[in-house]
């Protein structure tokens, strides 16, 4: 199976919610494009995709800190994707961590101004941080 074939499968079994499969084939993809030497880089677009999907697995499985390292990546692969900053914010205000929430929720909302879940999660983050900060936290 080609890199692309092996993409496609990832997506297609992600969509259908099995997760294990859909982790293997991400993870096939992104040792296939980050390869040291290769010749078969990918586009970043569908590299960042990769890791942002992956992550959001790991993210179903509570394994918070993985997850959020792929969507570092996935940042770090496509600086314009706000959907890794939002889903690495989730995490942050999930383990709260509010500044960290908050910056990113705001560079979500920088790349995406009509993104109404990270609108939300701001906002939601300032009254908990503030909540926090009240009880002397």
Known sequence: MDCRGVLREAESQF???NFGTAEE???????HCTEEGSKNKCCAKDLANA???????????????????????????????EVPYYNRGLIHYRLGFFDQA?????????????????RLSLEQTLIDKNEKASRGY
């Open 102 to 118: 908050l910056e990113d929720f705001r560079k979500t909302l920088t790349l995406n101004p009509d993104f109404k879940d990270a």
């Open 15 to 17: 969509h259908k919610q």
């Open 51 to 81: 890791y942002n999907n992956r992550g959001q697995i790991k993210y179903l499985r509570v394994d918070f800190y993985e997850a959020m390292d792929d969507y570092t990546l996935a940042i770090q692969t496509k600086e314009d994707f």
């Open 25 to 31: 084939f991400y993870t096939r993809f992104i040792l």
